[in-house]
């Protein structure tokens, strides 16, 4: 299978694209000038040796001498187009040779001859080699000049987009104040403020990005909002419900109860962690023991494998909150067994694998990531799509890459990658 040969950038199109019109429109224009140049240098010598070929006549007619004129009766080396010519009792020029140095023949019948003058042509046509010359010489640097010119303005235009394009990428993942420098391509006319189409896509996007910006901040505010109002009737309706007596309604409720504040609980952490205040409080610890402790502490039934040991730096409550999503989601959306395996990576990364063996995460979820209040694969169970949001969340503020995935052999498999720790005086953390 062939590789795709890589496309030219914009810059070299426009530059080759202008390079390539220079140089047809220098071709064309010498073409003219040559061909204007040459029949009009060419007529003075043909001119001058048609009259010279008059007077030869006129003094072969009057039998006067023909000396001071370079008339030849029947030359053998008039060119034989020229010599039909002649034969056919018309007059004509041509250039050819005499004496092997390059000549203007005029020709004409003369009393069943043919009178043959010539011109000297050698200067004529070096005078014609120089001027070509000149003129190649000069549409070579007219190219090239233009060719660099057309480079450094495809360079400027290449550059303005390049940079949009990283705003864009930016803005894609998450950087919401990234803004492209909108003054670029911008000039004054007549009192107006006038963008080229450059400066137009990116003042576009800089608005693109302010109103995604305002509009995620205003659902941000309002999720916290709501959580925080929600907080202090819920405590309140906890305390209630522990008065009730016993039995199965009141089993009912406190179970409904604490689902909603977990839920309440869960979009406080999510205001937070997009409110982007979070910092972790790292510490060295010894990875094996700490998910081991971490999964345990879930109640869970999972099957923890530590393959590698290795010490790493991280907050031990927010990678607990990130181990314990993860097992609640498998054991809630899964199938068990459930397995969480602790291994090494060459060049000192870490990784810690939550897997499962049900029906594996949707295609939706690996494309786009956790999506929250969404759950999109009904043979996953139900949910309200916090639970994975969350993990993302605190694995960003721990500086984790978090990779979904489905098992070859089935099942959801989520890839916690720790960056290698820079070595250290100090101790794991017990």
Not at 131 to 141: C, E, N, P, Y
Request: contains cysteine; aromatic residues 4%; glycine residues 10%.
């Amino acid at each position: 299978m062939r590789r795709p040969r890589p496309a030219l950038s914009l810059r070299w199109k426009i530059s080759l694209t202008v390079a390539a019109v220079c140089c047809a429109v220098a071709a064309v224009l010498g073409a003219l000038v040559h061909n204007a140049v040459a029949r009009q240098t060419v007529g003075q010598v043909r001119k001058e040796t048609r009259a010279d070929l008059d007077t030869a006549l006129d003094l072969f007619e009057y039998g006067t001498s023909r000396e001071g004129i370079n008339s030849v009766l029947d030359p053998p080396e008039l060119p034989d187009a020229l010599r039909q010519l002649v034969r056919k009792g018309q007059r004509g020029s041509m250039v050819g040779s005499y004496r092997g140095q390059p000549v203007m023949w005029a020709a004409a019948p003369a009393d069943h001859q043919i009178m043959a003058v010539w011109s000297p042509y050698g200067n004529t046509r070096r005078t014609l080699d120089k001027f070509d010359t000149a003129i190649l010489g000069s549409a070579v640097l007219a190219a090239a000049a233009v060719a660099a010119a057309g480079l450094f303005l495809a360079r400027h235009i290449s550059r303005r987009l390049t940079t949009t394009a990283a705003v864009a990428r930016r803005i894609s993942a998450g950087d919401l104040d990234a803004r492209v420098d909108g003054t670029a391509g911008q000039t004054q006319r007549g009192g107006r403020v006038a963008q080229d189409e450059v400066a137009a896509v990116a003042a576009a996007l800089d608005s693109m990005a302010a109103t995604l910006q305002s509009r995620l901040q205003a659902e941000q505010r309002f999720t916290a909002d709501v959580a925080h109002e929600l907080r202090t009737p819920l405590t309140g309706i906890l305390a209630s419900a522990a008065l009730l007596p016993e039995g199965r309604p009141k089993e009912m409720i406190n179970d409904r109860l604490r689902a909603l504040h977990r839920l309440t609980e869960d979009l406080l952490e999510i205001s937070r962690l997009d409110s982007g205040t979070e910092h972790a409080d790292l510490a060295a610890y010894e990875l094996g023991p700490l998910v081991l402790h971490s999964v345990r502490t879930t109640g869970l039934d999972a099957d923890v494998r530590i393959h590698a040991d290795t010490v790493v730096e991280t907050d031990r409550r927010r990678l607990d909150r990130i181990l314990a999503n993860l097992v609640l989601n498998a054991h809630r959306h899964g199938r068990p067994p459930v397995t969480v395996t602790v291994d090494a990576l060459p060049g000192g990364a870490s990784t810690i694998a939550v897997r499962d063996h049900g029906p594996g995460y949707s295609a939706e979820l690996l494309h786009h990531g956790p999506q929250r209040f969404r759950t999109d694969a009904p043979g996953r169970g139900r949910g309200h799509g916090l639970g994975l949001t969350i993990a993302v969340g605190q694995a960003a503020v721990l500086g984790i890459d978090v990779h979904f995935g489905n098992a070859p052999d089935g099942g959801a498999l989520a890839v916690l990658t720790f960056p290698p720790t820079p070595p250290t005086g100090a101790g794991p953390t017990p």
